[in-house]
């Protein structure tokens, strides 16, 4: 049963009756507990959504086309409050973040409903069978599996909760009912690496083709990590080895199977020293999301919209100064990007900043977790140019709050500059340094004196 907080005007739940402050109780005989019961129900073309009004069952007969809404609003997305996560992983890095920041930041999730909507990853911990059954039915697919290992008690151990071993069992049932999974490895030195990686790749790699990807990362280690588990870095020679096995392991798979199921990240390869893989190697970029060919995906998207430059409207002889704002782990990268953008915008002077995560510390490189504090602190000073650029993935979704708390306002007053956001997209961060309208979205958000 699901409350149902407005009704759209002129949709068909307002033509049946429908009225907001009915609960939802079924579409076609079937219980609605949440979006994914609603979005999968609604499908048929004739429906009778019964409605409980006034401590009474009332039935709505309508009409409509197979994939169309009909006008209800539920007060969250999920028509249903998250699922907590019920592991305490040794490496979990919402248990690493430093104290007084937003409550939401502490929350976690462990939703299947949000890796079908979102592409979060889950354990399976919080699963039953008859949730798989579900998931089955519905397919419901592919699905995010955060596997760490193969090795039952190993999971058990790194995940701290007695079901995690358990459960991997799931996936052979989800892979026989038809459903894809797409895996991470999170590593842990001297945890899950070495001969256990061996063991898990080798499992999952007979699930193929139910298992199509698997990313290799390491466990993100913050600066906060008083009272928790005791985990280390891995070095420079240590995530060159990693690289070497995952990519020799993928290659046999390869040449077994057609396909590499096996990728290192991004921050991997970073660390080691090593350079990018090339574009083919990811072949279909399904663990793009996951930090795994992220970089070469942007610096190939990059070369092939400048071929497009001339449908920005902006003036090559203009002078354009502007700055950017990034993290360690992308700063070279980014500073490839905009001399790219200098061969066709002659007057653009623009400097690339590399931040420090001094916020949160330890070994957090990555420009989305960037905060307010450390790009004030770090720039001032600096020649910004007329305009700063930082990436929209530090601030909330709403586009208002950094982690740390403080606005883009606010950044803008410290620094004395323009602040615009620029996405990740190459129109989205061509448009934004070169100062022009996004021609294929909206431009980006500005905040300043002069916004």
């Not at 028509?79 to 979990?92: A, L, Q």
């Not at 909507?117 to 354990?123: D, F, K, V, W």
């Not at 990555?366 to 602190?377: I, K, N």
Request: aromatic share 8%; charged share 25%.
């Amino acid at each position: 049963m699901v409350a149902i907080t407005g009704v759209d005007k002129r949709s068909r739940a307002e033509r049946a009756g429908i009225r907001a402050g009915d609960v939802l109780i079924a579409i076609n005989g079937h219980e609605i507990n949440d979006v994914l019961d609603y979005g999968f129900y609604l499908t048929e073309k004739h429906i009778t959504v019964t409605v409980a009004r006034g401590g009474e069952h009332v039935d709505f007969k309508i009409k409509k086309d197979t994939y169309d809404d009909i006008g209800l609003c539920f007060e969250s997305a999920l028509m249903d409050s998250k699922h907590r996560c019920e592991n305490g992983c040794i490496f979990c890095f919402i248990d690493q973040n430093p104290k007084g920041m937003r409550p939401t930041i502490y929350f976690k999730d462990d939703d299947s409903r949000l890796s079908f909507i979102h592409g979060n990853y889950i354990t399976l911990t919080n699963l039953t069978e008859r949730d798989i059954d579900r998931i089955i039915e519905m397919h419901i697919t592919p699905i995010n599996v955060s596997v760490h290992t193969t090795d039952p008690e190993l999971r058990v151990k790194m995940m701290k909760n007695k079901r995690a071993g358990q459960v991997l069992s799931y996936m052979d049932k989800l892979i026989a009912g038809g459903c894809e999974l797409h895996c991470q490895i999170v590593l842990c030195r001297g945890i899950n690496d070495g001969d256990a990686l061996r063991r898990t790749m080798t499992d999952l790699s007979y699930m193929y083709p139910g298992v199509t990807s698997v990313s290799v990362v390491p466990a993100g280690l913050t600066g906060h990590r008083d009272g928790l588990y005791p985990l280390e870095p891995f070095t420079e020679s240590e995530c060159a080895d990693i690289v070497r096995l995952v990519d020799d392991f993928g290659s046999m798979c390869e040449e077994k199977y057609g396909a590499r199921i096996f990728y290192a990240s991004d921050e991997l390869y970073i660390k080691a020293g090593l350079p990018l893989p090339s574009s083919e190697y990811y072949g279909a970029y399904d663990q793009l999301e996951n930090g795994v060919g992220m970089i070469r995906s942007f610096l190939d998207d990059i070369d092939a919209e400048l071929e497009f430059i001339d449908t920005y409207d902006f003036d090559p002889q203009k002078m354009r100064r502007v700055s950017i704002a990034t993290g360690e782990a992308s700063a070279q990268f980014i500073k490839a990007a905009v001399e790219k953008l200098r061969c066709v915008c002659y007057n653009l002077e623009c400097n690339v900043y590399t931040i420090k995560n001094n916020f949160f510390g330890g070994e957090v490189t990555v420009a989305g977790l960037l905060t307010g504090v450390d790009m004030a602190e770090q720039l001032a000073g600096k020649d910004l140019g007329d305009e700063l650029l930082i990436p929209s993935s530090t601030l909330r979704a709403e586009g208002d709050l950094f982690l740390c708390g403080h606005t883009p306002e606010w950044l803008s007053e410290q620094l004395g500059v323009n602040v615009r956001t620029t996405g990740t997209s190459p129109s989205e961060f061509i448009s934004a340094v070169i100062g022009c309208d996004d021609p294929d979205k909206k431009e980006g958000e500005y905040f300043g004196t002069e916004a």
